[in-house]
């Protein structure tokens, strides 16, 4: 029974890894389709400022990703 249970745990983990991956891939493209769409609208002298703001969100970002 404990190992029955053990594999069908190891599918369903694997399946829900695999389907938060595909999430992050999707939400990743939204923010990048948002972020050029903002940055259409900004002046050059804007557009420099907010490349620097997007740069150091991005940074910080990739160290909350623990293991990702």
Not at 10 to 33: F, G, I, P, S, Y
Not at 40 to 50: A, H, K, S, W, Y
Request: proline fraction near 1%; hydrophobic fraction near 35%.
């Amino acid at each position: 029974r404990m190992r029955s249970y053990f594999w069908r745990t190891v599918r369903d983990t694997a399946a829900v890894r695999a389907r938060l991956t595909q999430l992050r891939a999707q939400m990743e493209a939204e923010r990048a389709r948002h972020v050029a769409a903002v940055r259409d609208v900004l002046t050059p002298e804007q557009r420099t400022t907010f490349d620097a703001n997007v740069a150091k969100l991005e940074e910080r970002q990739k160290g909350s990703r623990r293991g990702r």
